[in-house]
Nanobody, 120 residues
Framework: QVQLVESGGGLVQAGGSLRLSCVASGTIFSINAMGWYRQAPGKQRELVALIASGGSTNYADSVKGRFTIARDTAKNTVYLQMNTLKPEDTAVYYC??????????????WGQGTQVTVSS
């Protein structure tokens, strides 16, 4: 019964900012890693940012210096602060988590996605 729920998407003008949140709920033993992916219409899903269990982060080249990923492990929550948004950032953003749960030591979960639209 683990669920990931994203929030914070919306419509913004180029140069604006948004903060996405993802809350994991259910029977979670521990969090191994959490990240954000995005998928634009007609394109494959791509990694945007990842934060590992040790705190190390990884970003797509296209968002480095503009996006910041952070997490609050105690609250089972991951955030994506998106600054200086560009039209090419328009996509559905998905939260992803590798969790230790009753289903396994590193079961992969996905949220339902939240739409981010950046107008020029």
């Amino acid at each position: 019964q683990v669920q990931l729920v994203e929030s914070g998407g919306g419509l913004v003008q180029a140069g604006g900012s948004l903060r996405l949140s993802c809350v994991a709920s259910g029977t979670i033993f521990s969090i191994n890693a959490m990240g954000w992916y995005r998928q634009a219409p007609g394109k494959q899903r791509e990694l945007v940012a990842l934060i590992a269990s040790g705190g190390s982060t990884n970003y797509a080249d296209s968002v480095k210096g503009r996006f910041t990923i952070a997490r609050d492990t105690a609250k089972n929550t991951v955030y994506l602060q998106m600054n200086t948004l560009k039209p090419e950032d328009t996509a559905v953003y998905y939260c992803n988590a590798g969790l230790r749960s009753a289903y396994g030591p590193n079961y992969d979960y996905w949220g339902q996605g939240t739409q981010v639209t950046v107008s020029s």
